[in-house]
Every structure is written in C-alpha cells, then in structure tokens.
C-alpha cells in the first residue's frame, strides 16, 4: 500500500479551512464548481471533472475545526476504496493542515499525478483561505 501526504500552513484560523473542505461554498472555489455537497457523516459528495470525470466521496467523519474525512466510493478505480483525511491544528491563527490520501495498492503514473495535483489542491484552499479566491479545476492549466 501506498499513502500521499503534504502539510500545508495556512496563515488563517482552523474553523475557516474547515468551512472550506465542508461547504459546496469552499469546495466549488477549492476544488470543482461542479459539485453536489452534504455536510453531515454518511452522506456522500460529489465531484465533477469534465463530462465523463465523477468523484464520489461518503463523509466518514467531521470534527470541527480538527479533522475531515472522505471514503472514495466511486471515481478512477485506483481512487476507488482509498480515505482521504484532512488533519487541521490551529496555534496563534494560523493552521497546519496535514492531507493524507491513503491506501492506494501500488505507486503508478496516476498516482504520481495525483500526488502533483493534491498539492495544487492545498495551494488552492491556502489561496481561498487567505486572500479569498482559489484555484478551481475549471481555472488551473494541467
């Protein structure tokens, strides 16, 4: 098994990052405009990419201001059964966020990609979090 991990400081308090990774109102600005959004434990979220590109995440669990964690359930089969956490700790107002992507099978080119890409991801939530505006997929230039 193989796991992405980045940290990530974020020179905002931990309630606005996790208001970012848990409303349709963050994630269309961090992420995906295309987007369907639940915020409660068990639902499942979805993540459109393009016409034929679907994410499907169920909600495994919510602590505010702490900690956001997604189960894959549809996507690239490669994504399909791995979590997706996202660990906030705040000190003086500013976050260290720490991603993880875990339980990939094997190291492959489209996990190499993937790694690139959550780091964009993480560059997209620090911009929104700090100057109000983030990189969506719609925006970025892959």
Partial sequence: MANIEHLQTIHAPAAEAYQALTTAKGLSEVWTRELIVHEQVGAVNEFHFGDDDLTKMRIVELIPSQKVEWLCTESDPEWIGTTISFELKEKNGTTALTLRHKNWKEVTNFYRFCNYNW????????????????????????
Avoid: I, T, V, W
């Fill in 119 to 142: 780091a964009m991801f993480l560059f997209s939530l620090k911009s929104y979090c700090e100057d109000g505006r983030g990189l969506p997929y719609q925006e970025r230039k892959f």
